[in-house]
C-alpha cells in the first residue's frame, strides 16, 4: 500500500536551533501534501498545505517564517522549524493524498523537543 | 462550521462488545469522512472512510453509519480486542481539495 516516510522520528535540540523534517511519498507521486501539529492527548492541526513547485499555504495564525515549507519534488516536502524555541515542542506529522478523491496517508510523525 | 464534533472523549470497552465513537459535522460541504486509528508515537492509519451517498460501510469489524441528515456518523467495532486500543479519530473532508477537519480524538481501551 501507499506509504509516507517521515525523517528524523525525533529531534532534540537547543533553542535557537533551526530543524528541517522531510515528507516522502515512496511509491506514489504527491503534488499536494499536509503538515500537521499535534499535542499531548489533542488533534490535529492543519498546519499548511505544500504544494509541488508553488508557494505553500498556511492555515490562519501559523507563522510562515517560523514554518519554512519546500516542496521541491513531487516525492518530497521539508517543513522548517526555523529558531525552534520551547514553545514549539510538539508532534508534527505530514499526509498525502494517493490520488484524485483518494484518502490521505500519513508518516508516522516527527516528536520535536527543544530544550 | 467547520468543527467536527467527536463523542466521547474517552471509552472502556470488555474484550468482545461493542465500541461505538460518534461524529458530528456542521458544513454540509463535506464530502468524504474517514476515521483514523492512532496509536502512541506513530501517525494516524487510516481504519475505513464513507462518502455521503452510502448510508453504512463495513470492513471487517468496523462499520461507519452516516446521516446524511443529522449531520453524523459514527464507528462502531464489533467484538473490540484489546489490540484495538488506541486514540481514533474521526475527520470530514473535501475529496477535491483533500483537506480534513479532524475530530477532538476518542481514547479507547479495550479491557483483557
Known amino acids: 500500500g501507499a506509504v509516507v516516510s517521515q525523517h528524523p522520528s525525533r529531534v532534540i535540540c537547543k533553542s535557537g536551533t533551526s530543524v528541517k523534517i522531510e515528507c516522502r511519498s515512496l511509491?506514489?507521486?504527491?503534488?499536494?501534501m499536509f503538515w500537521y501539529r499535534q499535542f499531548p492527548k489533542q488533534s490535529l492541526m492543519l498546519m499548511a498545505t505544500s504544494n509541488e513547485g508553488s508557494k505553500a499555504t498556511y492555515e490562519q495564525g501559523v507563522e510562515k517564517d517560523k514554518f519554512l515549507i519546500n516542496h521541491a519534488s513531487l516525492t518530497l516536502s521539508t517543513l522548517t522549524v526555523t529558531s525552534a524555541h520551547p514553545e514549539d515542542s510538539s508532534f508534527y506529522i505530514c499526509?498525502?493524498?494517493?490520488?484524485?478523491?483518494?484518502?490521505?496517508?500519513f508518516g508516522d510523525g516527527t516528536r520535536l523537543s527543544i530544550l | 462550521q467547520q468543527q467536527v464534533k467527536q463523542s466521547p472523549q474517552s471509552l472502556i470497552v470488555q474484550k468482545g462488545g461493542i465500541s461505538i465513537i460518534n461524529c458530528a459535522y456542521e458544513?454540509?460541504?463535506?464530502?468524504?469522512f474517514p476515521w483514523y486509528q492512532q496509536f502512541p508515537g506513530k501517525g494516524p492509519a487510516l481504519l475505513i472512510a464513507?462518502?455521503?451517498?452510502?448510508s453504512e460501510k463495513k470492513e471487517g469489524r468496523f462499520t461507519i453509519s452516516f446521516n446524511k441528515s443529522a449531520k453524523q456518523f459514527s464507528l462502531h467495532i464489533m467484538d473490540s480486542q484489546p489490540g484495538d486500543s488506541a486514540t481514533y479519530f474521526c475527520?470530514?473532508?473535501?475529496?477535491?481539495?483533500?483537506?480534513?477537519?479532524f475530530g477532538t480524538g476518542t481514547r479507547l481501551k479495550v479491557l483483557a
Open positions: 458544513n454540509t460541504a463535506f464530502d468524504y
Open positions: 464513507i462518502r455521503p451517498d452510502v
Open positions: 499526509s498525502a493524498p494517493v490520488g484524485v478523491n483518494q484518502p490521505q496517508h
Open positions: 475527520a470530514a473532508g473535501w475529496s477535491g481539495t483533500y483537506k480534513y477537519i
Open positions: 511509491d506514489f507521486q504527491a503534488t499536494t
